[in-house]
């Protein structure tokens, strides 16, 4: 630990804080409030440990999309902040509680499951995303006046890794009261004349924070574990019955599935395919806290038009668990899905030789590989629905920078951010990201791991290997990926490449990247919104599919 930690400098949270104290700190995006986080110092538990609550509420509709997301945590410390325990309450969050010790943290997960994290520093503090306070807290502990420049390590209950924050004493204006600080991760903090946060200015995210009295929230913390998740129902037409199932992976994780087969009809064998879902934790359904993504409506309706259908849980989600969280890597995902496509094959009703893969999004990418990866593998077309067509990092770089804009960004901070994602995305592929930072909040969902694995991907060059039938299908109105540098790029290598690719590409003037009805102009906050699937979308996949099988088979839609 750095010398500026001594405790000659440091003054305890007794001294400090009073038991009972509650406050509150509001953050802003531009002037849209967006971001309120409540604090309170509980005062020493029966341990005779500092103990603290934390509760905050996003209001995503305001900054992007999306219902209020609620989460809350209890964190333990000695007399200077540093961690003794911190448990999180959040239906959407993986850390579950971690316990700090000498040599290692214990981490138990959402899915109770447990580890030991060996961290590259001792935490001088905890640093929940958005949670202001942690930081105001930890300052508070500091004699005012004595220490020009704080070294300190955090530990990121998001990244599960330690980083280090430098604090920097700036000098205030004539007159100014207080203590003006400003952070290596970009923030500028003021202080009272006692080091406790009063303001938080984040220029380059054009946010800004205030400090308030206020009361803590009434509420149960336990209850805000409880995944708030729309309720799948199949069609009311069905014409299919459903099957769970299990199926194990390398790594010993049983991820679970649902199967469709068709039931109205006299054949006893039928085409089948296998649903390969996009980044982020969507149960086999599509669903996720706040958001329907819809792909049980294309499922759905292709088993009732006579397919035997495949989807299962992403890790962590549905009844599936996250198996070894931080050595995930992009082969965890292929070989999950290479695993489903291992069990869709081995069913009774399902031809073998009439097998399709289809992915959307991040799942087309997987669906490339995958054809690839098994050898001699029965699959009689591939369908990429809004595909990646570039590299990952140029594909985010392109998302953050139309979001900014959209939300009112200047030109400088849009340039900055433009400058950070590069200078991010620089770290990550050098192995860097541990040590110097962390990742946007835009890419909170994926691991460091995963993410330099996909910058280093050209699906261009995968498609151009594939042997089979392949059909890209993309909504006209995606914000996600680009008709234009992702869909025609890899429609422009099929075209160049040495031997001939089957390639069809189809573009839906009013579908968006979840392929589903937009008449508005096209946000994120439009993905929580209740909008039906594509008919025509559906109808043309159908209508490919059925071109794909034996002629005898081909159904028009």
Known sequence: MEAELNSEIRVSLTEKWEAGEQFLFTLRLGEVLFHRQWT????????????????????????????????????????????????????????????????????????????????TSTPDFVLQYNVLSQIGLFLSTFVPGQSPMIEATYF???????????????????????????TSLGAELVCDDDNRLRQVVIAKSNVSGEFERAPFPNLDFPSLRTPRLAAYKPPVNATFKLEEVTFPTDDE???????????????????????????????????????????????????????????????????????????????????????AFGLLRQRPEVREQELFIIGHSLGALTALHLALDID????????????????????????????????????????????????????????????????????????ANILRQLMQIDP??????????ILICQGWKDIQ???????????????????????????????DHLFKVESASPSPERYYVDRPTGADFLKSLLFWLNGQTAPSQARAP
């Open 253 to 339: 994780v049983d991820v679970r599935a649902t199967i469709t087969i068709p039931s109205a009809t006299a054949e006893k064998k039928h085409p089948g395919f296998l649903f390969i879902q996009g980044s982020g934790r969507h149960d086999r359904h599509g669903m996720a806290p706040g958001i329907d993504t819809g792909i049980h409506k294309i499922a759905d309706y292709l088993s009732n038009n006579g397919y035997v259908g495949l989807r299962f849980d992403s890790r962590g989600s549905g009844g599936t668990r996250y198996g070894q969280l931080l050595e995930m890597r992009y082969e965890t995902l292929i070989n999950d899905a290479k695993a």
């Open 481 to 511: 990926v680009s008709v234009e540098d992702d869909t025609l790029r890899l429609v422009r290598a099929a075209a160049a490449a040495p031997q001939a690719i089957n390639l069809e590409a189809r573009i839906f003037t009013n579908l």
């Open 460 to 469: 261009a060059q995968l498609l151009v290997k594939e042997l089979v039938p």
């Open 40 to 119: 309170e110092y509980s005062g020493l538990n029966e341990r005779q440990q500092h103990a603290f609550r934390f509760y905050w509420e996003t209001d995503l509709a305001q900054i992007g999309g999306g219902e209020t997301v609620a989460a809350g945590s209890l964190l333990e410390t000695d007399e200077y902040f540093h961690p003794i325990s911190y448990e999180v309450f959040s239906d959407r969050l993986p850390l579950q509680s971690a316990v700090f010790k000498e040599q290692s943290t214990e981490v138990t997960l959402a899915d109770d499951s447990t580890f030991a994290l060996s961290l």
């Open 156 to 182: 990121s209950p998001e990244s599960f890794v330690a980083r280090q924050m430098n604090f920097e004493r700036v000098s205030q204006e004539t007159g100014a009261a207080g203590v003006k600080w400003n």
């Open 376 to 447: 001699k593998l029965p699959i009689k077309g591939l369908v990429l629905l809004a595909p990646p067509g570039r590299p990952f990092d140029q594909i985010v770089t392109q998302q953050a920078l139309r979001e900014a804009q959209r939300l009112g960004f200047s030109r400088e901070q849009i340039a900055e951010r433009r400058r950070s994602l590069r200078d991010f995305f620089r770290r990550l592929k050098k192995g860097q990201l541990e040590e110097s930072g962390g990742s946007p909040a835009s890419l909170s969902g994926v691991n």
